[in-house]
């Protein structure tokens, strides 16, 4: 494994304040070889890192929106994944490999993202299909990429390597004359720009698999992504069922009641965990 410290950076908003000083708390635990960590987002949301402005990159949510033509709010899912392709060009002093991971999203065990041949490990989501409209818009932007991989690599928390980042933007401005963040935008499926119609996790995943298959290496955690309870006992009780990690989704708050209600919900946990392979 590197000996270079790995800065960690998320992107964050208001409603996942709480999730974060969490999400803080537990990735100084476990990520091994952990740097500095940063959190980017319009305003200061916790003291227990280092602060990064929207305001500091070239583009805005009111801009996409303008751009985009959207009517439904999706310009913050646009705009998150922009920050995250741009945070480690942008910061002062980041570490060259830069861990990007979701502020509601929590490190339950060690987990480190290079391995001891230099190769950066990447998570996926077995036996998910990957969503369509992801392939389309990195066909778009990158149309020499000729090969998907099968498995989606859209999740919490990825490596990214600046080397990297600034060789796929040099890519895409010098085929079109664009800059990268409005191309990233343009290259968007009309039909699919108030849905899902683009993934950083999933665009950045595949780059890596086609043009540097010789630096990546798929590793399996066993994350749990419908995290409802913000507290200590829950977390543990993920912990005890020996998770890597845990997520805690907004929109998850209101089955709160009906996953007490269920006594099911409960034992499903109990049953993933004995069938999981560790």
């Known amino acids: 494994m590197t000996k270079d410290k790995i800065d960690l950076v998320y992107v964050s908003i208001e409603k996942d304040k709480k999730a974060l000083e969490f999400a803080i708390e537990y990735a100084k ?24 402005s929207e305001d500091k990159f070239p583009f805005s949510k009111e ?29 002062p002093n980041i570490s060259e490999n830069v861990l990007i991971s979701c502020s509601d999203s929590l490190f339950l ?10 190769k950066f490990l990447f998570n996926i989501f077995e036996n998910m299909e990957v969503h369509k409209p992801y392939l389309k818009h990195i066909h778009n932007l990158f149309p020499g990429i000729t090969k998907f991989q099968q498995q989606s690599g859209t999740c919490s928390c990825v490596i990214f390597n600046k080397s990297i980042i600034k060789e796929m933007m040099n890519k895409v401005e010098k085929r079109t004359g664009n800059l990268f963040w409005k191309e990233y935008l343009s290259s968007v499926e009309k039909k699919d720009i108030e849905k899902a119609g ?39 009780f993920h912990k005890f069922l020996k998770y890597d990690g845990i997520s805690f989704h907004s929109h998850q708050s209101n089955k709160k009641i009906t996953y007490l209600l269920n006594p099911k919900s409960w034992l499903q946990l109990i049953i993933s965990y004995l069938k999981s392979e560790r």
């Open 109 to 118: 065990s060690k987990v480190n993202f290079i391995d001891e041949k230099g």
């Open 63 to 91: 801009e996409i929106k303008k751009m985009m033509k959207i009517t439904n709010k999706r310009e913050g899912w646009y705009l998150q994944q922009l920050l995250t392709y741009y945070s480690s060009l942008l910061i």
């Open 29 to 52: 635990k476990n990520v091994e070889n952990l740097g500095k960590i940063f959190v980017v987002s319009k305003n200061c949301l916790t003291t227990k890192a280092t602060w990064f």
């Open 198 to 236: 683009a993934s950083d996790h999933e665009s950045y995943y595949n780059y890596m698999f086609f043009y540097h298959k010789d630096k990546c290496k798929i590793r399996k955690l066993k994350w749990f992504n419908d995290g409802l309870f913000l507290n200590k006992n829950y977390i543990n």
